[in-house]
């Protein structure tokens, strides 16, 4: 196969046991060059697990994975040499200027001479710090300390970025413009890798891998799981007094599950159009007129909680909430 | 949503300046018995400052703060019975157990032994913790030590929680929970204030004040914000938005294009009107869109484009 066109990364079957804990158990997956991949799940599903079995730093149990072709177990340290990795602490020295940073990441990847001034330059313009290139990274707002993080990550031309819960404690404009210096990279062909809980990180993924208990339970693009996962449509309803359309409304035929959602109740249910015909009669009968139904799309995190409980229970667990 | 005759929270023109910076410029809100309000901004807008005012931790320059009645900036002290403060860490024993943290905090609080046992136990089993009575606060995991920083904060029972960006860190699963127990405490009639810089959260509340600069810029419902944001945000769901973004760029009417992991969200003055000016410019690609259709802003979107008029206009 053209190396070029290879995946970036390949997981094959890939098990993790801590003593009798199983912390990954047969992951399979594929990252195609130039793509994000999100991973999803709950704390302790495994997520920080795989990272460190892909950046080389933990032996798998079973299975194998390689990075940029190249076997995380038989050649670790190549795969490092490869890799970028940004950690949601960003990692960087407050007491250096932005400069010195740069500088001890190009010592720490082996870059030097002429090739690390002109990254340098590259990860000030990036970073938008042009003109701070020698204020103390203490002084910077989170925004900035996080593109400059992402500038140290990238000095030695990774192939593939590691992202590690990258926007923790970033303000909302300072996030998207992140996004877009993610998407640039992702563009010229380096795969990305996030781990996150932040829905909102997760929309800018191009794919998504949900993790629990150690496995791999979805994969698909953030608009078709969202689609297709909840295992149901969704309702929002509208009153004045929402304890007891709560209480109420469980009993309601065809609403499997609801839970509140800032000034309204949130409705799974089979069928929209049905019970959105007939739950404010219902609710007017027994005493609590005048509420209000519209059918809304699920959310991401509406398929969050969905796949993770219902990977955990016997039957279908409830996503309304 | 009943308004209590005084509010449970008034604040009025709050202020406070650290050197030359106005970190808080003339702040005023209230909140009802019962509201859930959350403060969102950008950093550096002055949540936390505002926070620990309300709180008593800091005092302000100028203005008031009356919680339940109480002047906050007079009597500190008497206002603390009223209010709890969970800041972003709380200050948990991780050498103690769960049990033990929060017999801590009920006797710093000084309730009465069988008053905070009964809350106690009705807290955690609301929040799935009563199996890990006797497990270290060290051992527990970042949703459960919020839940556990909760019960603590509340054991003395007190008619307004102040909650500083309450979830960070927590997954989508614990965070429900959370927010479960924040709606059962609206519930009994406890007023919250939450700062928080994600949208998920802000979606949550019952009003919202959006701060910038120290100052509050627009208050109102989640869906009362979202009606604020001129025009509308459309999708395009594509799998190459990023050969679709210079075209839609350069379109009539649009004002803003956010590229997202499988299109792009398109800020535009009318759907009604671009919606089939992008279908048709898209066609003239030949690149696939499978969706051109319009979806409801989140709080994020009207954040940042009333954030960035108020830039255009200063």
């Not at chain 1, 877009?180 to 996150?196: F, K, M």
């Not at chain 2, 709050?14 to 970190?23: D, E, I, T």
């Not at chain 2, 970042?142 to 979830?167: F, I, W």
């Amino acid at each position: 196969m053209d190396p070029a066109r290879a995946p970036s990364i390949v997981v094959d079957g890939l098990s993790k046991r801590f003593g009798s804990f199983s912390a990954l158990h047969d992951v399979s997956f594929n990252v195609e060059r130039g793509e994000i991949m999100g991973f999803l799940g709950p704390n302790g599903a495994g997520k920080s697990t795989l990272i460190r079995v892909l950046c080389g730093l933990l032996r798998p149990s079973d299975g194998r994975a390689t990075v940029a072709g190249i076997d995380v177990v038989e050649d670790p340290e190549a795969v490092r040499r490869r890799i970028g990795y940004m950690s949601q602490r960003f990692s960087l020295y407050n007491d250096l200027s932005v400069v010195e940073n740069l500088r001890f990441f190009g010592g720490i990847y082996g870059v030097a001479g002429r090739p690390l001034d002109e990254r340098i330059q590259f990860a000030v313009e990036m970073a938008g710090l042009k003109g701070r290139e020698s204020d103390l990274v203490a002084t910077l707002a989170g925004g900035w300390k996080q593109r400059l993080a992402l500038g140290c990550a990238i000095l030695h031309q990774p192939a593939t970025l590691f992202l590690d819960e990258p926007t923790s404690g970033v303000d909302p404009s300072s996030r998207r413009r992140f996004w877009n210096l993610i998407h640039e990279l992702s563009a010229d062909g380096v795969s990305v890798l996030v781990s996150t809980h932040y829905m909102d990180e997760a929309e800018y993924c191009t794919r998504i891998a949900l993790i629990a208990d150690g496995r791999l339970i979805a994969l698909g693009t953030p608009h078709d799981l969202k689609r297709r996962s909840i295992g149901g449509e969704l309702l929002e309803l509208a009153c004045g007094d929402i304890g007891s359309a709560l209480d109420l409304v469980v009993a309601v035929p065809g609403v499997r599950d609801a839970a509140v959602y800032g000034n309204a109740l949130h409705l799974l249910v089979d069928d929209a159009e049905g019970v959105a015909a007939t739950v404010c009669g219902w609710l007017a009968g027994h005493g609590l007129p005048g509420a209000t139904v519209r059918r809304i799309a699920p959310s991401m995190e509406d398929m969050f909680v969905y796949l993770v409980r219902a990977s955990r229970a016997p039957q279908p667990a409830g996503v309304a909430a | 949503m009943a308004v209590a005759a005084e509010a449970a929270i008034d604040v009025r023109d709050l202020s406070k300046r650290f050197g030359r910076l106005a970190a808080v410029d003339g702040v005023s809100f209230s909140v009802a018995q019962g509201e859930i309000f959350g403060l969102v901004g950008p950093d550096g807008a002055g949540k936390t400052t505002s926070m620990r005012m309300l709180a008593s931790v800091m005092r302000p320059d100028a203005g008031s703060i009356r919680v339940d009645g109480v002047d906050v900036v007079a009597d500190p002290d008497l206002a603390k019975r009223h209010v709890s403060y969970m800041p972003q860490r709380f200050g948990l024993y991780d050498d103690l157990t769960v049990d033990e943290n929060i017999r801590f905090y009920a006797e710093l609080f000084e309730v009465p032994g069988r008053a905070w046992r009964e809350r106690a136990q009705r807290l955690l089993a609301a929040s799935g913790m009563t199996p890990f009575g006797k497990r270290l606060a060290g051992q527990l995991s970042g949703g459960m030590k919020q839940k556990l920083g909760l019960t603590c904060a509340l054991v003395h029972a007190p008619r307004v929680l102040l909650l500083d960006e309450p979830t960070t860190g927590v997954d989508p699963v614990s965070r429900r929970e959370f927010w479960q127990i924040l709606y059962s405490l609206r519930a009994d009639g406890v007023s919250m204030v939450i700062s928080t810089a994600y949208l998920d959260e802000a979606e949550r509340c019952d009003r919202l004040a959006l701060l910038n600069r120290g100052r509050v810029m627009y208050c109102d419902t989640p869906a009362g914000l979202k009606r604020k944001l001129p025009g509308a945000i459309v999708h395009i769901a594509s799998n190459r938005p990023r050969e679709l973004l210079e075209i839609v760029r350069g379109q009539d009417g649009v004002d803003g294009v956010l590229l997202v992991g499988d299109g792009l969200h398109v800020h535009v003055d009318s759907a009604a009107r671009r919606i089939p000016e992008l279908t048709k410019a898209i066609a003239q690609t030949g690149v696939e869109a499978s969706e051109v259709t319009t979806i409801e802003p989140n709080i994020e979107d009207v954040f940042v484009v009333l954030l960035e008029q108020q830039q255009r206009a200063a």
